[in-house]
């Protein structure tokens, strides 16, 4: 997965999978940045490009590398150009560490518009992969599908983790749920790099959807948000993948808050360091790859 010519060859689930090997975690490091969370002082470029460098510095010393990265845009957006410089800051970070960054962005819109977004995101901040909206159907997507030829990532949202997300996406049509829907489009639309985003926060769901890309010969790779501050099991997850049948190794399970935030649990913020890469420890030893 590192940014050499070799590893742009690969498909992005062969990047996925050697990166797993590589590093012994499927564990995708969330960038979610709360200055009121920070223990540190300075401008808020300064804050936040420290605060996660630091995580990141500590995680390879002690050889506790995170399988991936996700740094959630909106997080950084709010701070304006600041928190941006800040975006841009770790991820160039990121690529000297050969550290993958999949960026949470969830766009999609007309074709034109989605093919915007696609080269903002791919071209111009270098991101290996994110995360799209699939609600406006096949020509807003597509765009973004065209980069998976590049070994990119395009993780589109399939049974999200938030509380709302039963409101449609497991309304019935046509004699089955919307989110099994839109699973089906992923193998019609049958493109290199497609992914799904499925919550950890539905464990039944993300069984059921991992069997049916089983059944179907499909490496779907999924990027599993919702452990930890979002009530999502950890083991209910490993069980669920594994009951299916998948590869663990190419699905990346996320965790931000508990991860970015661990010092709160001790209540010393100037271990914020030690207490993200301890927390990190934790996921690798309860995943067990």
């Not at 071209?123 to 992969?129: H, V």
Request: aromatic fraction near 8%; glycine fraction near 6%; proline fraction near 4%.
């Amino acid at each position: 997965m590192d940014s050499n010519n070799n590893n742009e060859k690969k498909s992005w689930t062969q990047q996925l999978k050697a990166r797993a090997e590589q590093t012994k975690s499927i564990v995708c490091l969330g960038m979610d940045p709360l200055l009121e969370k920070i223990p540190l002082e300075g401008t808020t470029e300064e804050i936040i490009t420290k605060f996660y460098i630091d995580i990141l510095d500590a995680c390879v010393k002690e050889n506790c590398i995170p399988a991936i990265v996700k740094p959630n845009i909106a997080y950084f957006e709010q701070y304006g150009f600041d928190g941006l410089k800040a975006l841009k800051n770790i991820a160039k970070k990121c690529r000297k560490m050969d550290i993958p960054v999949l960026c949470d962005a969830k766009r999609g819109d007309i074709r034109a518009t989605s093919t915007a977004y696609a080269k903002a995101l791919f071209d111009f901040w270098e991101f290996n992969a994110i995360t799209v909206n699939p609600w406006m159907g096949k020509d807003s997507v597509m765009p973004f599908l065209e980069y998976g030829k590049e070994g990119k990532g395009i993780y589109i949202l399939v049974r999200t983790s938030n509380p709302s997300a039963k409101e449609f996406q497991e309304q019935i049509a046509e004699g089955k749920k919307l989110y099994m829907h839109v699973a089906e489009k992923l193998i019609e639309w049958n493109k290199e790099g497609t992914c799904a985003v499925v919550g950890a926060t539905a464990p039944n769901e993300l069984q059921e959807i991992s069997e049916f890309f089983v059944k179907k010969g499909k490496e779907i790779p999924f990027l599993i948000p919702g452990v930890g501050k979002q009530g999502g099991d950890l083991k209910a997850t490993i069980k669920a993948l594994k009951n299916s049948g998948t590869d663990l190794r190419m699905h990346r399970i996320n965790a931000s808050s508990s991860i970015n935030y661990a010092w709160e649990k001790k209540g010393t913020p100037n271990q914020y360091v030690e207490a993200a890469v301890e927390e990190l420890k934790k996921m690798n030893t309860e995943i067990g790859l």
